[in-house]
């Protein structure tokens, strides 16, 4: 993936399109150096929105006059840690925030551009929110070399379908997610692994129970989308065949002995982290 498709950028506001390209090329300017990092976010789920960028509008995830991006949010491995600080604070002259680099003890920095217009979180080897998604912790053995500038759309994926408290934006984000790629049995580029998602899930009930409760959710929210004339009745079959494929794959995934463990315990003990917003 290269800059910002055309289909995409028609989408954008002028501010929206200056934070994408930077983070577009802080990939570059750090692959330059050897290091690796990669888009997460509101910003990599609409990169990844191909020929159905559109859909961000007509399903209202977009209003006129209104920027979509706050920030900037990159992953990173943990064995190149040095380099990167090195690379925000020495190369880009990136402010860090001290606070969050002390208290999380360097497994989270946030940096800030002088004008503090921009700001930037960069996270380590996992994703912790209500449920942990690990992408390894050294160049050439995780996942984060799968896609380019941003995560995999099926790192993407497990980032929405993890979330505890799921929202509209989020569904909207899925059903663009889901449209725009296909749902194969494999890691490819530009599609999203059923059987990798499905073999994260069997190992971690809690993760399982959201997930599979969100891909409900999904499906519905779809199906009154397309009722109510916000989305063609070919990207609603389109969307549902999807999620019916990853369902089925999730279903019928043979389940660890830690899955099946947990899930004599089901709801009556919390099964997913409280996330705790950072104040800046």
Known sequence: MGGIPPNIRDIL???????????????????EQNIVLRILGAI?????AGEFAQLYKKLGRLHE???????IDFI?????????????????????????LLITGGKRLIYYSDDKNIHIDVFFDSLEFSHTISFGNKPGKGRLELCSPTISP?????????????????LIDLIVLFRSHEV?????????????IASILADDWGFWY????????????????????????????????????????????????????????????????VVEEITR
């Open 65 to 71: 006059g209104e920027n979509i991006f706050t920030d």
């Open 210 to 273: 959201d997930a599979t409760t969100n891909l409900k959710k999904l499906k519905e929210y779809t199906l009154m989308r397309v009722k109510n004339g916000k989305l063609k009745e070919q990207d609603g079959q389109n969307t549902i065949q999807k999620i019916n494929y990853l369902t089925e794959t999730i279903n019928s995934e043979p389940k660890t002995k830690k899955w099946k463990k947990r899930e004599k315990i089901g709801t009556s003990k919390p099964w997913y982290r």
């Open 76 to 100: 990173g491995y943990s064995a190149q840690r040095a380099k990167i600080r090195k690379f925000f604070e020495d190369f880009l002259k990136f402010s860090p925030y001290m606070h969050i």
């Open 44 to 48: 990599a789920v609409v990169l990844h």
């Open 13 to 31: 506001h002028e501010k929206d399109i200056k934070i994408v390209e930077t983070a577009i090329n802080i990939v570059r300017k750090g692959e």
């Open 184 to 196: 194969a049995a494999q890691d490819e580029p530009d599609k999203i692994n059923a059987k990798y």
């Open 154 to 170: 099926t790192d993407i994926a497990l980032g929405k379908l993890q979330i505890h408290q799921i929202n509209e934006k989020d």
